[in-house]
């Protein structure tokens, strides 16, 4: 996709930091993106800056002044990358903390009966907010069973699950053990349709970095990021709020004006850095489309995203120049299935007779970072089902070139002929 604009890739992999090159392994090839996205060097540079000034935010000087603008800034900058549909953004410790508190929020916040609703494919993060939260307002836990065939769950499958008591529910946009999205809209119309008041809480932190965000298409009171696997840095994550989950009974500090969310001083670097983000995503989107409205080029930014990334999990998938597919590779089991439409920029893989671990460290070896996840208390709830003890994951972002994907499915195949040590 990006190479039908000529320089383009070279001009968005010079925008990031250590694209080709790690600085404690040398040069490699970057597939954990899932774990953690590679970083703007503008991010890189707007941290810097703001770590430097000592001045607080909300005082009548200069410096406060700018800090507040940059939030504000920064602030409306979200809303146009999530199409939201008002409501506020507010930034936290992590997207787990986050979540934690939105779901704490929402359950303590509402009638003490009827159930919290989730499913199987969720992260622990919003499944372990719900296991503690729901008994804690009198409520029960349901789980919707995803479909380990193919990764992912629909709104038929949460449908029969739906009560009108249903208070609060979660959905997992993309997971990020199978990389399978969900229709978060039909999902949220389903339970809307029979719990018209229920609180509904989406984890969007796998699914961020491939493009595509619209609040306002998807009917929800919660959506949460962590800003580090969609560009930006460690250190803090981003959540949005519909207006009536903000106006719930919450932590905030006694006699505050404005029932505040955040509690205590943000780091206001944070926040510029998703400014440099949704920069960067105006960027690349106006080589897509000759609207100059901003919203516009990042849409298209994301649908140039998801289009190359597919050329990319295609390659992984049925080979590219000499090299086979993992498709065509025998004792290769793919998570999720080789067919699957819902697949955004992963892919998860198992091989006969090899752990897991050993491939990751073959390829690593090999200069191709992957990473393990195993049937822990991580991805215990997708590899448990499969009968798999771990898996290797494999993830791009658009950064990727087809080029380290030939270089992946090489090593790959040193693996399987045993050329590569185990």
């Known amino acids: ?23 404690f392994q040398g040069e490699r090839v970057f597939f954990e993106n899932a774990g953690g996205a590679l970083t703007l060097k503008s991010v890189v540079e707007t941290t810097a800056r703001f770590a430097a000034i000592p001045d607080n935010q909300g005082r009548d000087n200069v410096a406060a002044h700018a800090l507040m603008e940059t939030i504000r800034q920064a602030r409306a900058d979200m809303a146009v ?12 410790e992590s997207g787990t903390e986050l979540l934690f508190r939105l ?33 804690l307002s009198g409520k029960e836990h349901v789980l919707v069973a995803h479909d380990s065939a193919v990764g992912s769950v629909d709104a038929e499958a949460y449908r029969p699950a739906i009560t009108p008591d249903t208070r609060v529910a979660t959905i997992v946009h993309t997971s990020p053990v199978t990389g399978m999205g969900v229709d978060v809209a039909a999902v949220a119309a389903a339970i809307r349709a029979v719990s018209p008041a229920c609180f509904i809480i989406v984890d969007g932190i796998q699914h ?49 004006p404005g029932a505040p969310w955040e509690l205590g001083t943000r780091d206001t670097g944070a926040y510029a850095t998703i400014s440099d983000v949704v920069a960067y995503l105006e960027w690349l989107g106006g080589h897509f489309t000759e609207e100059t409205d901003r919203r516009a080029r990042i849409v298209a930014a994301g649908e140039a995203i998801h289009a190359h990334e597919k050329v990319l999990t295609d390659a992984m998938l ?40 050993d491939i990751v460290a073959a390829l690593n070896r090999a200069g191709v970072r992957t990473h393990t996840r195993k049937a822990d208390h991580y991805s215990g709830n ?41």
């Open 81 to 92: 990358l999530f199409n939201a549909p008002g409501g506020q953004f507010i930034v936290g």
């Open 208 to 256: 961020a970095a491939h493009g595509r965000l619209d609040l306002a298409a998807y009917g929800v009171d919660g959506y949460v990021i962590s800003p580090y696997k969609a560009f930006s840095r460690h250190g803090y994550g981003v959540a949005w709020l519909s207006d009536r989950l903000a106006a719930l009974p919450h932590d905030s500090l006694m006699n505050a």
């Open 1 to 23: 996709m990006f190479h039908s604009v000529p320089g383009l890739m070279e001009a968005i992999r010079d925008r990031f930091a250590h694209v080709s090159a790690c600085p």
């Open 318 to 357: 049925y080979g590219t120049g000499n090299l086979p597919g993992l498709a065509d590779i025998p004792g290769v089991q793919v998570v999720g299935g080789i067919e699957n439409p819902l697949r955004e920029g992963l892919v998860s893989f198992t091989l006969a007779d090899r752990a897991a671990p």
């Open 382 to 422: 997708i590899l448990g089902p499969l009968g798999l003890e771990s898996c290797v994951r494999v993830s791009v972002c658009h950064y990727n070139t087809e080029d380290e994907v030939a270089r992946f499915l090489a090593a790959v195949r040193d693996v399987v002929t045993a050329q590569a040590p185990l």
């Open 103 to 135: 779901i704490r929020t929402a359950c303590l916040g509402t009638p003490a009966d009827g159930r919290v609703l989730g499913s199987t494919l969720e992260h622990p993060a919003s499944r372990s907010a719900c296991d503690r939260y729901a008994p």
